[in-house]
Protein backbone atom coordinates (compact mmCIF):
# COMPACT_ATOMS: atom_id res chain seq x y z
CA UNK A 1 0.00 0.00 0.00
CA UNK A 2 3.02 2.49 0.61
CA UNK A 3 4.59 1.67 -2.46
CA UNK A 4 1.49 2.21 -4.35
CA UNK A 5 0.67 5.59 -2.56
CA UNK A 6 4.61 7.12 -3.15
CA UNK A 7 4.04 5.68 -7.21
CA UNK A 8 1.11 8.25 -7.23
CA UNK A 9 2.66 10.68 -5.38
CA UNK A 10 5.39 10.98 -8.01
CA UNK A 11 3.73 11.48 -10.69
CA UNK A 12 2.04 13.89 -9.06
CA UNK A 13 4.38 15.68 -7.85
CA UNK A 14 5.86 15.61 -11.28
CA UNK A 15 3.20 16.91 -12.81
CA UNK A 16 2.38 19.95 -11.11
CA UNK A 17 5.92 20.83 -11.81
CA UNK A 18 5.62 20.63 -15.43
CA UNK A 19 2.67 22.27 -14.95
CA UNK A 20 3.77 25.40 -13.07
CA UNK A 21 5.52 27.13 -16.34
CA UNK A 22 2.93 26.20 -18.33
CA UNK A 23 0.48 28.30 -16.31
CA UNK A 24 3.07 30.56 -16.24
CA UNK A 25 3.52 30.88 -20.18
CA UNK A 26 -0.57 31.01 -20.23
CA UNK A 27 -0.46 33.79 -17.84
CA UNK A 28 1.98 35.58 -20.07
CA UNK A 29 1.92 34.26 -23.24
CA UNK A 30 2.41 37.19 -25.13
CA UNK A 31 5.77 38.12 -23.09
CA UNK A 32 7.18 34.45 -23.87
CA UNK A 33 6.25 34.99 -27.62
CA UNK A 34 7.83 38.63 -27.33
CA UNK A 35 11.10 38.08 -26.10
CA UNK A 36 13.18 35.99 -28.36
CA UNK A 37 11.75 38.90 -30.59
CA UNK A 38 13.32 41.75 -28.82
CA UNK A 39 16.85 40.21 -28.44
CA UNK A 40 16.67 39.68 -32.31
CA UNK A 41 15.69 43.16 -32.92
CA UNK A 42 18.67 44.14 -30.06
CA UNK A 43 21.52 42.33 -31.50
CA UNK A 44 20.84 43.30 -34.86
CA UNK A 45 20.80 47.23 -34.10
CA UNK A 46 24.37 46.75 -32.24
CA UNK A 47 25.10 45.08 -35.26
CA UNK A 48 23.73 47.46 -37.46
CA UNK A 49 25.42 50.15 -35.61
CA UNK A 50 29.03 48.34 -35.77
CA UNK A 51 28.90 48.02 -39.30
CA UNK A 52 27.94 51.66 -39.48
CA UNK A 53 30.92 52.80 -37.66
CA UNK A 54 33.13 50.52 -39.34
CA UNK A 55 31.73 52.22 -42.93
CA UNK A 56 32.42 55.52 -41.71
CA UNK A 57 35.92 55.06 -40.47
CA UNK A 58 36.90 53.12 -43.81
CA UNK A 59 35.42 56.20 -45.62
CA UNK A 60 37.24 59.07 -43.59
CA UNK A 61 40.59 56.30 -44.05
CA UNK A 62 39.97 56.30 -48.26
CA UNK A 63 39.54 59.92 -47.85
CA UNK A 64 42.35 60.26 -46.13
CA UNK A 65 44.68 58.20 -48.66
CA UNK A 66 42.94 59.97 -51.94
CA UNK A 67 44.23 63.20 -50.24
CA UNK A 68 47.96 62.54 -49.30
CA UNK A 69 47.95 60.75 -53.06
CA UNK A 70 46.80 63.20 -54.92
CA UNK A 71 48.66 65.89 -52.95
CA UNK A 72 52.09 64.03 -53.51
CA UNK A 73 51.32 63.12 -57.21
CA UNK A 74 53.51 64.49 -59.42
CA UNK A 75 50.46 64.26 -61.98
CA UNK A 76 49.12 67.96 -62.77
CA UNK A 77 45.61 67.41 -63.24
CA UNK A 78 45.68 64.70 -59.66
CA UNK A 79 47.83 67.14 -58.19
CA UNK A 80 45.16 69.90 -58.52
CA UNK A 81 42.72 67.50 -56.82
CA UNK A 82 44.52 68.56 -53.67
CA UNK A 83 42.97 71.99 -53.30
CA UNK A 84 39.39 70.83 -53.91
CA UNK A 85 39.76 68.29 -51.28
CA UNK A 86 41.03 70.68 -48.80
CA UNK A 87 38.01 71.63 -48.24
CA UNK A 88 36.20 68.90 -47.51
CA UNK A 89 38.83 67.72 -45.70
CA UNK A 90 38.68 71.00 -43.13
CA UNK A 91 34.66 70.47 -43.13
CA UNK A 92 35.42 66.97 -41.49
CA UNK A 93 37.73 68.46 -39.37
CA UNK A 94 34.98 71.05 -37.97
CA UNK A 95 33.05 67.94 -37.31
CA UNK A 96 36.12 66.36 -35.16
CA UNK A 97 36.33 63.17 -37.41
CA UNK A 98 39.92 63.82 -38.98
CA UNK A 99 42.29 63.56 -36.67
CA UNK A 100 45.09 66.43 -35.73
CA UNK A 101 47.06 67.66 -38.78
CA UNK A 102 50.47 66.60 -38.62
CA UNK A 103 53.41 68.65 -37.23
CA UNK A 104 55.89 67.37 -40.28
CA UNK A 105 55.55 65.32 -43.05
CA UNK A 106 57.32 63.88 -46.38
CA UNK A 107 57.58 66.13 -48.86
CA UNK A 108 57.68 64.39 -52.51
CA UNK A 109 60.99 65.95 -53.63
CA UNK A 110 62.74 64.78 -57.09
CA UNK A 111 65.37 62.18 -55.50
CA UNK A 112 68.86 64.06 -56.89
CA UNK A 113 69.14 67.57 -57.96
CA UNK A 114 71.62 66.50 -60.24
CA UNK A 115 69.04 65.24 -62.39
CA UNK A 116 66.57 68.27 -62.00
CA UNK A 117 65.76 69.89 -65.69
CA UNK A 118 65.45 73.40 -64.84
CA UNK A 119 63.48 75.50 -67.23
CA UNK A 120 64.72 76.90 -70.19
CA UNK A 121 62.17 79.73 -70.93
CA UNK A 122 60.38 81.96 -67.78
CA UNK A 123 56.63 81.63 -67.92
CA UNK A 124 54.87 84.13 -70.91
CA UNK A 125 53.22 87.00 -69.21
CA UNK A 126 49.66 86.71 -70.21
CA UNK A 127 47.61 89.15 -68.08
CA UNK A 128 50.08 91.95 -66.65
CA UNK A 129 53.12 92.59 -69.53
CA UNK A 130 54.61 95.42 -68.69
CA UNK A 131 54.99 96.27 -64.68
CA UNK A 132 56.78 99.78 -64.14
CA UNK A 133 57.29 101.18 -60.78
CA UNK A 134 56.31 104.97 -58.87
CA UNK A 135 59.79 106.12 -58.06
CA UNK A 136 59.39 109.72 -57.31
CA UNK A 137 56.39 111.56 -55.21
CA UNK A 138 56.02 115.09 -53.12
CA UNK A 139 57.90 114.92 -50.04
CA UNK A 140 55.71 114.25 -46.84
CA UNK A 141 55.80 117.08 -44.14
CA UNK A 142 56.16 115.67 -40.97
CA UNK A 143 56.36 118.62 -38.00
CA UNK A 144 60.06 119.76 -37.78
CA UNK A 145 61.16 118.52 -41.46
CA UNK A 146 60.39 116.60 -44.79
CA UNK A 147 61.34 113.49 -45.95
CA UNK A 148 60.44 111.20 -48.70
CA UNK A 149 58.35 107.88 -47.59
CA UNK A 150 59.87 104.39 -48.84
CA UNK A 151 56.28 103.37 -49.87
CA UNK A 152 55.10 106.51 -51.13
CA UNK A 153 52.51 108.46 -50.64
CA UNK A 154 49.29 106.64 -52.04
CA UNK A 155 46.25 107.85 -52.54
CA UNK A 156 43.11 105.79 -51.73
CA UNK A 157 41.92 106.25 -55.60
CA UNK A 158 45.96 105.23 -56.62
CA UNK A 159 45.15 102.13 -54.15
CA UNK A 160 41.87 101.48 -55.61
CA UNK A 161 43.54 101.56 -59.23
CA UNK A 162 46.17 99.24 -58.49
CA UNK A 163 44.06 96.59 -58.55
CA UNK A 164 42.26 97.20 -61.91
CA UNK A 165 44.69 94.63 -64.28
CA UNK A 166 45.78 96.07 -67.48
CA UNK A 167 48.51 94.89 -69.97
CA UNK A 168 51.02 97.68 -68.67
CA UNK A 169 50.78 98.97 -65.34
CA UNK A 170 52.98 101.16 -63.10
CA UNK A 171 51.98 100.93 -59.00
CA UNK A 172 53.79 102.38 -56.00
CA UNK A 173 56.54 99.79 -55.04
CA UNK A 174 58.87 100.85 -52.22
CA UNK A 175 62.10 101.98 -52.84
CA UNK A 176 60.80 105.65 -53.48
CA UNK A 177 64.07 107.81 -54.29
CA UNK A 178 66.55 108.47 -50.95
CA UNK A 179 63.18 106.87 -48.98
CA UNK A 180 66.00 104.51 -47.40
CA UNK A 181 66.89 100.37 -47.66
CA UNK A 182 70.18 100.75 -50.01
CA UNK A 183 72.55 98.62 -50.82
CA UNK A 184 76.20 99.65 -51.51
CA UNK A 185 77.84 100.01 -54.63
CA UNK A 186 79.31 96.81 -53.59
CA UNK A 187 76.70 94.66 -52.94
CA UNK A 188 74.38 96.04 -56.00
CA UNK A 189 77.19 95.08 -58.32
CA UNK A 190 77.55 91.37 -56.85
CA UNK A 191 73.33 90.76 -56.50
CA UNK A 192 73.23 91.87 -60.00
CA UNK A 193 75.00 88.53 -61.52
CA UNK A 194 71.96 86.26 -59.18
CA UNK A 195 69.51 84.63 -60.78
CA UNK A 196 68.31 81.98 -58.46
CA UNK A 197 68.36 83.64 -54.88
CA UNK A 198 67.74 82.14 -51.90
CA UNK A 199 67.20 85.34 -49.21
CA UNK A 200 66.56 85.77 -45.41
CA UNK A 201 66.65 88.38 -43.80
CA UNK A 202 67.99 89.69 -39.60
CA UNK A 203 66.91 93.14 -38.35
CA UNK A 204 67.07 94.65 -34.70
CA UNK A 205 69.48 92.18 -33.79
CA UNK A 206 67.31 89.35 -32.97
CA UNK A 207 69.01 86.54 -34.44
CA UNK A 208 72.29 85.25 -36.02
CA UNK A 209 72.48 83.32 -39.60
CA UNK A 210 71.78 79.62 -39.42
CA UNK A 211 73.82 77.66 -42.30
CA UNK A 212 71.38 75.40 -44.91
CA UNK A 213 72.34 71.56 -44.79
CA UNK A 214 71.68 69.14 -47.38
CA UNK A 215 73.09 71.43 -50.00
CA UNK A 216 73.93 70.00 -52.66
CA UNK A 217 77.20 71.69 -55.08
CA UNK A 218 75.09 72.41 -58.18
CA UNK A 219 72.36 74.36 -56.08
CA UNK A 220 75.66 76.06 -54.30
CA UNK A 221 77.02 76.78 -57.81
CA UNK A 222 73.86 78.30 -58.74
CA UNK A 223 72.16 79.51 -56.20
CA UNK A 224 73.25 83.09 -53.85
CA UNK A 225 72.14 82.93 -50.79
CA UNK A 226 71.66 86.39 -49.19
CA UNK A 227 70.94 87.48 -46.00
CA UNK A 228 69.71 91.22 -45.69
CA UNK A 229 70.74 92.80 -42.43
CA UNK A 230 69.95 96.04 -40.35
CA UNK A 231 73.34 98.11 -38.55
CA UNK A 232 72.51 96.65 -35.65
CA UNK A 233 72.69 92.76 -36.67
CA UNK A 234 75.37 93.56 -38.53
CA UNK A 235 77.56 94.61 -35.50
CA UNK A 236 75.05 91.80 -33.04
CA UNK A 237 76.41 89.19 -35.88
CA UNK A 238 80.09 89.90 -35.62
CA UNK A 239 80.20 90.08 -31.89
CA UNK A 240 78.53 86.60 -31.76
CA UNK A 241 79.86 84.66 -34.80
CA UNK A 242 82.83 84.47 -37.36
CA UNK A 243 82.22 87.03 -40.29
CA UNK A 244 85.09 86.60 -43.52
CA UNK A 245 85.82 89.42 -46.00
CA UNK A 246 86.64 88.65 -49.28
CA UNK A 247 89.45 90.07 -51.65
CA UNK A 248 86.30 92.09 -53.11
CA UNK A 249 85.23 93.49 -49.54
CA UNK A 250 82.19 91.23 -48.92
CA UNK A 251 81.53 89.85 -46.10
CA UNK A 252 80.10 86.57 -45.59
CA UNK A 253 78.90 84.09 -42.81
CA UNK A 254 79.40 80.56 -44.10
CA UNK A 255 77.32 80.36 -47.20
CA UNK A 256 75.63 83.50 -46.70
CA UNK A 257 76.47 86.94 -48.18
CA UNK A 258 75.29 89.49 -45.82
CA UNK A 259 73.85 92.38 -47.19
CA UNK A 260 73.76 95.81 -45.63
CA UNK A 261 70.72 97.54 -45.94
CA UNK A 262 71.72 101.42 -44.78
CA UNK A 263 68.92 104.10 -43.83
CA UNK A 264 66.18 101.67 -42.36
CA UNK A 265 62.85 102.90 -44.07
CA UNK A 266 60.86 101.93 -40.84
CA UNK A 267 60.33 103.01 -37.47
CA UNK A 268 59.31 99.39 -36.59
CA UNK A 269 62.14 96.75 -36.97
CA UNK A 270 58.96 93.83 -38.27
CA UNK A 271 58.13 96.12 -40.71
CA UNK A 272 61.59 96.94 -42.02
CA UNK A 273 61.76 92.83 -42.35
CA UNK A 274 58.76 93.17 -44.84
CA UNK A 275 60.99 95.31 -47.35
CA UNK A 276 63.65 92.09 -48.76
CA UNK A 277 60.82 89.49 -47.61
CA UNK A 278 57.81 90.82 -50.08
CA UNK A 279 60.40 93.15 -52.44
CA UNK A 280 62.37 90.58 -53.02
CA UNK A 281 61.96 90.96 -56.44
CA UNK A 282 62.59 94.81 -56.00
CA UNK A 283 65.98 94.09 -53.88
CA UNK A 284 67.18 91.87 -56.43
CA UNK A 285 65.66 93.12 -60.09
CA UNK A 286 67.85 90.24 -61.68
CA UNK A 287 66.85 87.09 -59.87
CA UNK A 288 64.21 85.66 -61.84
CA UNK A 289 63.66 82.54 -58.99
CA UNK A 290 63.86 83.17 -55.47
CA UNK A 291 63.24 81.36 -51.91
CA UNK A 292 62.72 83.32 -48.70
CA UNK A 293 63.12 81.91 -45.55
CA UNK A 294 62.77 84.24 -42.26
CA UNK A 295 65.92 84.67 -40.27
CA UNK A 296 65.48 82.40 -37.57
CA UNK A 297 65.59 79.51 -39.94
CA UNK A 298 67.81 76.85 -41.09
CA UNK A 299 67.27 75.30 -44.63
CA UNK A 300 67.87 71.69 -44.83
CA UNK A 301 65.89 71.24 -47.95
CA UNK A 302 68.13 71.48 -51.24
CA UNK A 303 66.84 74.93 -53.06
CA UNK A 304 66.75 73.49 -56.40
CA UNK A 305 64.51 70.33 -55.21
CA UNK A 306 62.68 73.18 -53.58
CA UNK A 307 61.93 75.05 -57.03
CA UNK A 308 61.37 71.78 -58.85
CA UNK A 309 58.49 69.97 -56.18
CA UNK A 310 56.67 73.75 -55.58
CA UNK A 311 57.30 75.68 -58.99
CA UNK A 312 58.54 73.44 -61.89
CA UNK A 313 56.56 70.39 -61.64
CA UNK A 314 52.81 71.64 -61.95
CA UNK A 315 54.07 74.77 -63.45
CA UNK A 316 53.68 77.39 -60.82
CA UNK A 317 54.59 80.75 -60.26
CA UNK A 318 54.43 81.38 -56.52
CA UNK A 319 54.17 78.91 -53.61
CA UNK A 320 53.54 79.54 -49.93
CA UNK A 321 52.10 77.13 -47.01
CA UNK A 322 49.07 77.46 -45.75
CA UNK A 323 48.67 78.71 -41.95
CA UNK A 324 48.52 75.67 -39.05
CA UNK A 325 45.58 77.09 -37.27
CA UNK A 326 43.64 80.02 -39.05
CA UNK A 327 41.59 80.15 -42.45
CA UNK A 328 40.05 83.38 -41.97
CA UNK A 329 41.85 87.03 -41.86
CA UNK A 330 39.66 87.83 -38.90
CA UNK A 331 40.49 84.51 -37.30
CA UNK A 332 44.33 85.82 -37.49
CA UNK A 333 43.39 89.37 -36.39
CA UNK A 334 42.23 88.34 -33.48
CA UNK A 335 44.87 85.73 -32.36
CA UNK A 336 47.51 88.94 -33.52
CA UNK A 337 45.11 91.18 -30.78
CA UNK A 338 45.43 88.43 -27.96
CA UNK A 339 49.29 87.89 -28.66
CA UNK A 340 49.67 91.63 -28.91
CA UNK A 341 51.34 91.93 -31.92
CA UNK A 342 50.04 95.40 -33.19
CA UNK A 343 47.64 97.94 -31.36
CA UNK A 344 44.47 96.18 -30.81
CA UNK A 345 42.60 99.16 -32.21
CA UNK A 346 44.33 99.29 -35.15
CA UNK A 347 43.99 96.09 -35.89
CA UNK A 348 40.59 96.37 -35.97
CA UNK A 349 40.88 99.41 -37.91
CA UNK A 350 42.61 97.70 -40.93
CA UNK A 351 39.97 94.65 -40.40
CA UNK A 352 37.09 96.97 -40.73
CA UNK A 353 38.60 98.92 -43.71
CA UNK A 354 38.71 94.96 -45.43
CA UNK A 355 34.96 94.21 -44.23
CA UNK A 356 33.45 96.99 -45.86
CA UNK A 357 35.29 96.39 -49.12
CA UNK A 358 33.53 93.23 -49.76
CA UNK A 359 35.91 90.64 -48.09
CA UNK A 360 34.21 87.67 -46.64
CA UNK A 361 35.45 85.45 -43.63
CA UNK A 362 36.92 82.42 -45.27
CA UNK A 363 34.59 79.32 -46.09
CA UNK A 364 34.75 76.46 -47.95
CA UNK A 365 32.79 77.96 -50.62
CA UNK A 366 35.93 79.79 -51.52
CA UNK A 367 38.33 78.76 -54.39
CA UNK A 368 41.34 79.05 -51.46
CA UNK A 369 42.10 76.64 -49.30
CA UNK A 370 42.64 79.43 -46.95
CA UNK A 371 43.09 83.15 -46.67
CA UNK A 372 45.71 82.96 -44.29
CA UNK A 373 49.34 81.73 -45.19
CA UNK A 374 52.63 80.85 -43.30
CA UNK A 375 54.51 83.42 -44.52
CA UNK A 376 57.97 82.67 -43.41
CA UNK A 377 58.51 80.87 -46.67
CA UNK A 378 57.79 82.11 -50.15
CA UNK A 379 58.43 80.56 -53.52
CA UNK A 380 58.51 82.57 -56.19
CA UNK A 381 59.35 82.96 -59.85
CA UNK A 382 59.51 86.65 -60.71
CA UNK A 383 57.15 87.20 -63.31
CA UNK A 384 55.31 90.57 -64.28
CA UNK A 385 52.16 89.18 -62.66
CA UNK A 386 53.78 87.87 -59.77
CA UNK A 387 55.73 90.89 -59.11
CA UNK A 388 52.38 92.63 -59.09
CA UNK A 389 51.24 90.67 -56.66
CA UNK A 390 54.19 91.49 -54.37
CA UNK A 391 53.82 94.71 -54.98
CA UNK A 392 50.54 95.15 -53.96
CA UNK A 393 50.78 92.87 -50.61
CA UNK A 394 53.78 95.13 -49.60
CA UNK A 395 51.18 98.31 -50.28
CA UNK A 396 48.64 96.76 -47.63
CA UNK A 397 51.13 96.15 -45.57
CA UNK A 398 53.15 99.83 -46.16
CA UNK A 399 49.50 101.87 -45.54
CA UNK A 400 48.26 99.39 -42.54
CA UNK A 401 49.77 96.95 -39.74
CA UNK A 402 52.69 95.02 -40.47
CA UNK A 403 51.28 92.18 -39.90
CA UNK A 404 51.86 90.67 -43.37
CA UNK A 405 49.30 87.57 -43.15
CA UNK A 406 46.63 89.82 -42.76
CA UNK A 407 46.94 91.04 -46.09
CA UNK A 408 47.79 88.30 -48.52
CA UNK A 409 44.73 86.95 -48.89
CA UNK A 410 42.54 90.05 -49.33
CA UNK A 411 44.55 91.23 -52.02
CA UNK A 412 44.13 87.70 -53.70
CA UNK A 413 40.47 88.97 -53.10
CA UNK A 414 41.00 91.97 -54.92
CA UNK A 415 42.75 90.49 -58.01
CA UNK A 416 39.66 88.23 -58.50
CA UNK A 417 41.73 84.79 -59.28
CA UNK A 418 43.54 86.70 -61.93
CA UNK A 419 46.26 85.60 -59.02
CA UNK A 420 47.41 81.84 -59.77
CA UNK A 421 49.48 80.22 -56.23
CA UNK A 422 50.13 77.07 -54.67
CA UNK A 423 49.12 77.16 -51.27
CA UNK A 424 50.84 73.90 -49.78
CA UNK A 425 49.99 71.78 -46.77
CA UNK A 426 51.40 73.10 -43.42
CA UNK A 427 53.07 69.50 -42.38
CA UNK A 428 55.25 69.98 -45.48
CA UNK A 429 56.32 73.68 -44.88
CA UNK A 430 57.43 72.76 -41.35
CA UNK A 431 59.68 69.55 -43.13
CA UNK A 432 61.50 72.20 -45.13
CA UNK A 433 63.26 73.43 -42.19
CA UNK A 434 64.42 73.68 -38.36
CA UNK A 435 63.22 76.50 -36.46
CA UNK A 436 65.62 77.95 -34.13
CA UNK A 437 64.40 79.99 -31.57
CA UNK A 438 65.58 84.26 -31.29
CA UNK A 439 68.46 85.17 -29.11
CA UNK A 440 65.65 87.58 -27.53
CA UNK A 441 61.82 88.72 -28.32
CA UNK A 442 61.42 92.01 -30.36
CA UNK A 443 59.08 94.03 -28.89
CA UNK A 444 57.63 98.07 -29.56
CA UNK A 445 55.48 100.39 -27.28
CA UNK A 446 52.63 100.11 -30.16
CA UNK A 447 52.09 96.58 -29.98
CA UNK A 448 50.30 97.32 -26.12
CA UNK A 449 48.02 99.46 -26.80
CA UNK A 450 45.11 99.05 -26.15
CA UNK A 451 42.57 101.88 -27.04
CA UNK A 452 43.01 104.63 -29.28
CA UNK A 453 43.09 107.04 -26.35
CA UNK A 454 47.04 105.90 -25.70
CA UNK A 455 48.07 107.11 -28.64
CA UNK A 456 46.41 110.46 -28.31
CA UNK A 457 48.41 113.88 -26.50
CA UNK A 458 51.98 112.39 -25.45
CA UNK A 459 50.80 108.95 -26.36
CA UNK A 460 51.41 109.94 -30.53
CA UNK A 461 54.67 109.46 -29.84
CA UNK A 462 54.38 105.72 -29.79
CA UNK A 463 52.98 105.73 -33.12
CA UNK A 464 54.89 104.95 -36.10
CA UNK A 465 56.07 108.15 -38.20
CA UNK A 466 56.62 106.43 -41.80
CA UNK A 467 54.63 103.62 -41.67
CA UNK A 468 50.85 102.41 -41.22
CA UNK A 469 49.78 106.24 -42.55
CA UNK A 470 46.43 104.53 -43.87
CA UNK A 471 45.19 103.81 -40.26
CA UNK A 472 45.38 107.84 -39.60
CA UNK A 473 44.28 108.71 -42.80
CA UNK A 474 40.58 109.95 -43.65
CA UNK A 475 39.18 107.15 -45.23
CA UNK A 476 36.94 107.67 -48.06
CA UNK A 477 34.20 105.26 -47.03
CA UNK A 478 31.74 105.51 -43.38
CA UNK A 479 33.07 102.68 -41.05
CA UNK A 480 30.87 103.17 -38.28
CA UNK A 481 28.44 100.90 -38.86
CA UNK A 482 30.96 98.36 -40.19
CA UNK A 483 30.77 95.05 -37.32
CA UNK A 484 33.66 92.99 -37.78
CA UNK A 485 32.60 89.11 -37.80
CA UNK A 486 32.56 87.05 -34.88
CA UNK A 487 35.48 84.83 -34.62
CA UNK A 488 35.33 80.98 -33.16
CA UNK A 489 38.57 80.85 -31.40
CA UNK A 490 39.81 77.08 -33.08
CA UNK A 491 43.07 77.21 -31.15
CA UNK A 492 44.93 78.41 -28.18
CA UNK A 493 47.82 78.51 -30.00
CA UNK A 494 46.94 81.04 -32.72
Not at 29 to 50: C, H, N, T
Not at 310 to 318: D, E, I, P, S, V
Request: with cysteine.
Amino acid sequence: MMEGKLQRSFPLRLNRRNQTPRAKDNEGGRFSQDYPMKIVWKRGFIRLVLVAGIVWMLLILFVLLIHVWSCQSSVAFISAICNKQGKVFIMLDTMGFVPKPQHRCPIPVADDPNRIIIPKERTPDEIVKNLNYIMEEVFMNNGSHSFPLFGGNQSWSQREESFKLNSTMKVHCGFMRKGGAEMSSLDVKYVKKCRFVVASGIFDGYDVPHQPTNISHRSKKLFCFLMTVDEESLNFIKKNVTVKEDSAGGQWVGIWRLILLKNPPYDEPRRNGKVPKILTHRLFPQAQYSIWIDGKMELIVDPLLILERYLWRNKNTFAIAQHKHHHSIYEEADANKRRKRYARPLIDLHMKIYQYEGMEPWSIKKNTVSDVPEGAVIIREHTAMSNLFSCLWFNEVNLFTPRDQLSFGYVVYRLGGSFKFYMFPNCEYNSLFVLHPHTREHSSKIEWVKNTSELMGKGSSMKESRGGLGLWTTYPGNLDLVVLPPVARTSKAG
